[in-house]
């Protein structure tokens, strides 16, 4: 039965789910929808957020700021919006006018949200460059955009576009965060009238642009993916409703927190941290990955729930049994794991109504390893995790069932820049281990002929960036968004993502093969950093697999051997099989004709920096392909 959100409550008063609209076309589920339940925001932007905040709960924490010793200051919604007020006054006193662009290259830190609430605030457009980017892509994201004014996080940055300075006439500013300049922006602008401010807040509405995001651009030259504030109001609005246990709290004392690593830069970290402002979730931001940086800010920050990439889950499980194996625990590890992905799939099978949930045995068990492994995991996050929101890729059924069953519930979610971060998700009560959930509230997924997804919503964009017309490109004629994937959607709703369109291989067979599940599977595997497949008019699938050397450094160790060059393994036998044990494994998900015939190990790990990763870990497989020419036409040697 359908309920509306102001019907009832449940899961410790969170409201009741709307079930899905589903259509079926000769016996198939085709298309899915899910009404909003939120009214669509009429009037207003996002630069109204801090503002609101500060007048209805001044003194709320609404971030904390990291300082250089590691420790963390709060910033109240007041000292927020004072902040984001005297920014945009400072653009304002340097000239910028509504409209302009002016891009953002930075880290994930706190001047990153401070600046984009700031230009905002003035009326300005936000474009977002990754710090990762290289001299030429970010030349042309400043061209493309005619972005007036450029942020950079560190003065190394900025002197590295200073050859290309010549071929950016629009180009008129350059602030950089470490020398300073935010605070120099804010103490410009003291003598602009607070009124200033205000009058190009109300110039602004949900259909005014609010940013342009650039994609990784796989595969081609990245386009600009114009966003309004409309857009991500509607993404926002409907996911803070949705996701009730993530964002909201009945008690009065409880602290929400999440700790953001993930690149503002790409849409997936920028829509929760937008988010964490609306609904008033103390937010805070590491600018580093590497390992030991963020388990200590996870450690300080003790966030209650984290925003992850499939490919990190993989890694603090198998770092987590690396461990346990190196104490002597890897039989106690693995039967706990065992229990937490029986404990997951049986509080599936409860909400799903198949089943009466985990059994006396079950749970005793459970309460059991929760001391000796669940918490010790939890307590790597900061100890207080209780929801993971993870996307970007699919995370396979079992990894899910184990964090589920471990005490962490996961939210995994579908989307594109093109849907302002996640078209599905999850829904709380309602979970399908191996799915990215049913269509985010006020979103209709749609399966083309051809198994594209098609999508529908107010969080999709108007078009794409176009320099040389009117702004903006329109993406679609009737109002469908062609993301370029294949996926399913099975009888209740719930979509599962199968590959990308332009990524299928046809062999010379004419078998169709989707790489992404096989990829998946064996990326999975403690030993393996990337895998690439291959076999596009070939007469048969093969496999680049590279090494993920912590996990093969501990591996020779627990047999008694020194850890050695990723050169010299290509060719140990032992290895070799273990991997090929893998690659059996993930030949049981497909067919014959599907399954992978050979495998490579190369020497050197796919990377960004070499070009082979987008920012988001995605595989650019044209560069793979070319870097990676001759071990290729090995696999087809006869």
Not at 24 to 51: C, K
Request: glycine share 10%.
């Amino acid at each position: 039965m359908s309920l509306s959100y102001a019907s009832g409550h449940d899961y410790d008063g969170a409201p009741v789910l709307v079930e899905p609209e589903i259509r079926r076309l000769d016996g198939e589920v085709r298309e899915v929808s899910v009404p909003p339940i939120v009214a669509p925001v009429t009037h207003g932007s996002l630069a109204d957020l801090p503002f609101d905040n500060a007048d209805e709960a001044p003194e709320h924490r609404v971030l904390s700021r990291r300082m250089d010793d590691g420790s963390w200051v709060d910033v109240t919604a007041a000292e927020f919006a004072a902040q984001v007020l005297a920014v945009a006054k400072g653009l304002i006193a340097e000239g910028m006018v509504p409209g302009d662009r002016v891009a953002i290259m930075a880290r994930t830190t706190y001047e990153w949200t401070l600046l984009d609430f700031g230009a905002w605030a003035a009326g300005l457009v936000t474009v977002p460059v990754y710090p990762t980017s290289s001299v030429f892509q970010t030349r042309f994201i400043l061209q493309d955009s005619g972005a007036v004014a450029l942020v950079t996080e560190t003065a190394g940055q900025a002197a590295a576009l200073g050859p290309e300075l010549s071929r950016l006439p629009d180009l008129r500013h350059m602030w950089v965060m470490e020398k300073g300049h935010v605070d120099r922006l804010a103490e410009l602008g003291q003598n602009v009238p607070d009124q200033e401010v205000g009058v190009r807040r109300g110039m602004l509405g949900p259909a005014t642009l609010a940013t342009v995001v650039y994609t990784s651009g796989t595969t081609g030259r990245p386009k600009g993916c114009v966003l309004s504030h409309g857009n991500f109001l509607a993404e926002i609005d409907n996911a803070v409703e949705l996701l009730y246990p993530v964002f909201k709290t009945k008690s009065a004392t409880e602290d929400l927190a999440t700790l953001l690593f993930l690149p503002i830069s790409h849409v997936f970290g920028r829509m929760v941290a937008i988010a964490c402002i609306r609904a008033r979730v103390r937010l805070g931001h590491c600018p580093s990955l590497q390992s030991e940086d963020l388990m200590a800010d996870l450690a300080s920050f003790k966030p209650t729930f984290l925003l992850v990439i499939p490919y990190m889950l993989e890694k603090v499980y198998n770092s987590a049994r690396a461990k346990a194996e190196a104490g002597g625990r890897v039989s106690a590890f693995d039967r706990a794991a065992n229990v937490a992905v029986r404990y997951g799939e049986a509080m599936e099978s409860r909400h799903a109504g198949t089943g009466s949930g985990p059994n006396t045995a079950l749970k005793t068990a459970r309460t059991f390893y929760d001391p000796l492994v669940y918490r010790r995991i939890r307590n790597a996050m900061g100890g207080r995790i209780r929801h993971i929101i993870s996307g970007g890729s699919p995370l396979g059924r079992r990894l899910a069932a184990f964090y589920a069953g471990a005490g962490m519930e996961i939210y995994e979610g579908y989307g594109l820049t093109e849907s302002t971060g996640a078209a599905t998700v999850t829904p709380p009560l309602k979970p399908r281990l191996g799915t990215v959930g049913w269509p985010l509230p006020g979103t209709k997924v749609r399966i083309a002929a051809d198994g594209e997804i098609l999508l529908s919503g107010g969080q999709v964009f108007r078009g794409y960036w176009d320099p040389f017309g009117e702004g903006v490109a329109p993406a679609s004629t009737d109002g469908w968004f062609a993301t370029g994937d294949i996926g399913r959607l099975d009888d209740e709703g719930y979509l599962t993502i199968t590959g990308r369109k332009k990524e299928i291989l046809i062999t010379a067979g004419g078998k169709n093969v989707a790489p992404a599940p096989l990829e998946n599977w064996l990326r999975s595997h403690p030993l393996i950093s990337q895998c690439m497949v291959l076999g596009d008019r070939r007469p048969y699938i093969s496999a680049l697999i590279t090494l993920d050397m912590d996990g093969v450094n501990h591996w020779r160790q627990m047999n008694g051997r020194h850890p050695v060059p990723a050169e010299l393994l290509v060719k140990d036998e032992e290895l070799r099989a273990i991997l090929q044990r893998a690659v059996d494994d993930a030949n049981k998900l497909v067919s014959r004709p599907e399954s992978i015939r050979r495998f490579t190990i190369l020497p050197v790990d796919f990377s960004e920096a070499a070009g082979h990763l987008t920012p988001s870990m995605k595989l650019r497989r044209e560069s793979v392909m070319k870097d990676f020419g001759h071990e290729i036409e090995g696999l087809y040697e006869r």
